[in-house]
Structures are given as C-alpha cells and as structure tokens.
C-alpha cells in the first residue's frame, strides 16, 4: 500500500502527539493513499468538486454499519451536489473489502463510494480523527467538509457511541455552496427552499439590484430574501 | 491547546447576562453546552440565540445548561438580547458570556470561537456530567446551526451513558438503539427483556431501554 503524503509540508516531523488541529479555514491536508476503489489521491479525485472525508472507528461494528450503509443510500444526493465521499478507518483495505458484504446484507445498500485503509494512521494523523482521551488507538466520528478551493469549511466530531445524523450534512452542504455563489447566509435550521439572510455588507441599494425577489427588513442587518437560485 | 473528545473541557470564571459564571459550578452535576457566535448584532446568531432560548425546555428536560459565549462584551449581549426578543420573539433566557479579552476563546483555542470576523465560527461544544468533552461542531459564519440535531445528540449521549447501547445513524428517540457489542448476547437477554433482533453478530437491535420516561420526546423535539 502506498501512503506518500504530499502537499502537508507543515506536519513533516510531526508525530501523534503533536498533530496539528485543522480549523475551518485551513487547507485540506492532500494525501495519496489506498482504498476500496484503488489507488486514491485526495486533491486529484475531488478535482473542481466538493468533498467530504468521514472517519469511522472500526470496520464490522455496528452503528458504523448503519452509517456507511447510509451514505450508500444517500449517494445520489451527494452526486447531485457535486460531492464527492469519502470514508477512513484504521482498518486495512482487505478488511473494508470484507466487511462492505455486511453492509449490503445489514442495510441493503452496497458501498458505492472508496473507503480508505490507514492502518498506519497516515490520514487520521493529518485530519487529527484520533482523540486519546476518547480512544488511543481508533478514529472517532469526523466529518470534514472540503470546498472546492480545498479548504475546510466544516468539521462535525462525534463519539463512538452515537451515530450522525447524514441529513443534517446535506443541510449544511446546501448552505454551505449556496452561500459560496450568493451574499448570503443561512439562518438557524434552514433547509433548502427557505428564506435566507443578505449579508450585512450589502447595503439596501445594492441588496434591491442583487435580489431582484425583493426583500425583507426584520432589523437593519437581519433582511430576508427567498432563495435566490430557486 | 488542541480540544478533543475526552479531554476536560476547561473550566472558566467570566460575566455574563446573568451576572458572574464559574462554568464548570454553574453546570453542577448535569449536562452542559458551550457554545460561541461570531459576534452580536449579526443576523444569523441573531436567529440562533432566539431559536436556543425557544428551545431552553428542551434543554432543561434533558438536564443540561446552556452557556453562550463571544468577543462581545456583557453590556454588548445586554444590548443585543433587545434585538433577539424583537427580531424572532424569545427573550434571551440563558446566560452570554462577554469574552472581550478571549480569554475562553484561547482556552478552547482550537475550536476557534472567534478569531476575527473573516474566520468566525459558531462552536458547539457538549460537556457530560464528568466536565469530558462528548462532541464537537465547527461551522462557519454563512451556516446557521441546527439545534434540533444538538438535542438528538444529547438524546443519543444520555441514553448511551444509562444503558449498555449505542444509536444507529440518524437515530431519534422511540427509534430502535444498538445493543453494545461488548454484550454477549446471554446478557443482553437479561439487560434487555423487550429482546433484540440480530441482523449481523454485531448489530443487534432492541427498543429504547426506558422508553417509558422519555415519551413524547420526539414529537416535542421535532416540533416548530
């Protein structure tokens, strides 16, 4: 298995204990690496598109069955947002091989999407999924959202003993590329099809031009607008 | 500092709306949850801190205290908390904390509460009853949270602390949970009575242990 990290020079000589704490904002760390699907490079099979990078904590476990099943069955949704997924654990390949046969048999969805081996923590080190205080040895529940810049735009961490919640990721995915071609952002609870908030920069001249859908002035710097794209 | 699952959430002394916090005695032996806003008088935290306020019976039924915290000094929050009641009808009804020097923001430094306006972020952070961090969420300025996934999570984390389960992707509570693999199946027969269904060796269903005392959770949870 080939693991040549490349483009992290920042993490060069660092080891678990020292590895860095992504913050939104921050480059995706690149790596190369192998998976389910082969040979994977992370800057490369994301090209233009989005990403998300989730880490489960172990291969034939259960609640981690139940969620890559489905992301499985939510991929058309992720594909239709230009999204492109990807899992991790530190389990081998061989290991995600075998265990995808329960995945289809306990869900009914087929793993339709690469799963990454990292039984040398290589990606987990960059990404810090491992937390020693929750566990030394296996990855915790991290989602990372990349944008198309190949920056992190989201992280979500939850523990082992509680699985995600996938509709709220493609809430925020939604939110998150409507507010990157838009002034505008989202407010509590939003979902797509719903009012959004103008962004306070604009002011009301330029807000009448930009939102031709008109707009609502609830205080000066919280107006809604209906979504502009629908 | 970089923060993580299990590690202590650190403990604070700090004003607020509600006069002077000690975070670590104002949650006593119950839940807490954290969380930082990019700055007040902007309009998405403007939604949130009124949605959090609408939801505070949510919060008390499960046993934890909500604390808010930003840059914006207490005077800042007092004056905001009129805009908040105004603009989405719900008096702010937890405490805010003013964090003019980032003193709490360099405690919890990597999640970055709120760096400058440009990289602001809106953190949540779940402490259990033992002060250890249970979650993490990072969002950026342009998304609003939703905290109805907060409370499922809670949910999920309070019964997974009582009982010898865990909870299946996209769980809400009534939902069937997952018995703990390190239960071999001869004692789950006896922990669970209601039963479980094997689907593979490791997943093993059983309806929510103690389902009786959190009835009618989900409908108030879901409501709007």
């Known amino acids: 298995m080939t693991d040549t990290v490349a483009g992290a020079s920042g993490t060069a000589g660092m080891d678990e204990e020292e590895e860095m704490a992504l913050q939104l904002g921050d480059a995706a760390p690149d790596f190369t690496t192998d998976s389910t699907e082969g040979e994977i490079n992370l800057y490369k099979y994301l090209g233009d598109g989005w990403g998300i990078l989730f880490s489960h904590p172990k291969d034939f476990t259960p609640v981690c069955t139940t969620e890559l099943g489905e992301v499985a069955r939510l991929k058309g949704e992720f594909d239709k947002r230009n999204t492109k997924v990807l899992g991790v654990s530190v389990d081998p390949v061989s290991s995600h091989t075998e265990w995808s046969g329960d995945i289809k048999e306990a869900t009914g969805h087929a793993l339709n999407y690469p799963l990454l081996g990292d039984p040398d923590r290589k990606v987990a080190g960059l990404y810090g999924m491992i937390h020693p205080n929750a566990d030394n040895t296996l990855t915790v529940r991290s989602v990372f959202i990349i944008g198309p810049d190949k920056k992190v735009k989201l992280m979500i961490t939850y523990p082992a003993s509680t699985g995600r919640n996938f509709q709220e990721i493609l809430r925020v995915l939604d939110s998150l590329q409507l507010t990157a071609n838009y002034s505008v952002s989202t407010p509590v609870n939003w979902k797509d099809g719903e009012e959004v908030i103008i962004a306070p920069a604009i002011s009301d001249e330029d807000a009448k031009v930009k939102f031709p859908k008109g707009f609502r002035t609830v205080k000066k710097y919280l107006r809604y607008t209906p979504q502009p794209n629908r | ?224």
Request: no cysteine; hydrophobic share 35%.
């Open chain 2, 1 to 224: 500092m970089t923060l993580r699952l299990g590690d202590y959430a650190p403990d604070f002394t700090a004003n607020s709306t509600e006069g002077w916090i000690a975070f670590h005695d104002y949650l006593g032996d119950g839940w807490g949850v954290l969380f930082s806003h990019p700055g007040d008088f902007t309009p998405v935290s403007t939604t949130e801190l009124g949605e959090v306020s609408r939801l505070i019976g949510e919060f008390e039924r499960r046993d934890t205290k909500v604390v808010g915290v930003s840059a914006g000094s207490v005077s800042s929050h007092l004056d905001w908390a009129d805009d908040i009641k105004e603009a989405t009808g719900h008096s702010l009804n937890f405490p805010l904390v003013g964090d003019p020097d980032r003193v709490i923001a360099s405690l919890y430094g990597a999640i970055r509460p709120f760096a400058d306006d440009s990289a602001a972020v809106r953190s949540v952070v779940v402490v259990g009853p033992d002060k250890r961090v249970e979650l993490l969420m990072s969002y950026p300025g342009s998304t609003g949270r939703d905290f109805t996934e907060v409370l499922r999570a809670l949910d999920s984390l309070q019964l997974a602390a009582r009982h010898p389960v865990v909870t299946p992707v996209n769980w809400e509570v009534g939902d069937e949970v997952i018995v703990a693999p390190v239960i071999p199946d001869e004692d789950a027969q006896v922990r669970f009575p209601l039963g479980f269904r094997t689907v593979t060796g490791y997943l093993r269903y059983t309806p929510q242990p103690g389902r009786e005392a959190g009835s009618g959770r989900r409908e108030e949870s879901r409501s709007r």
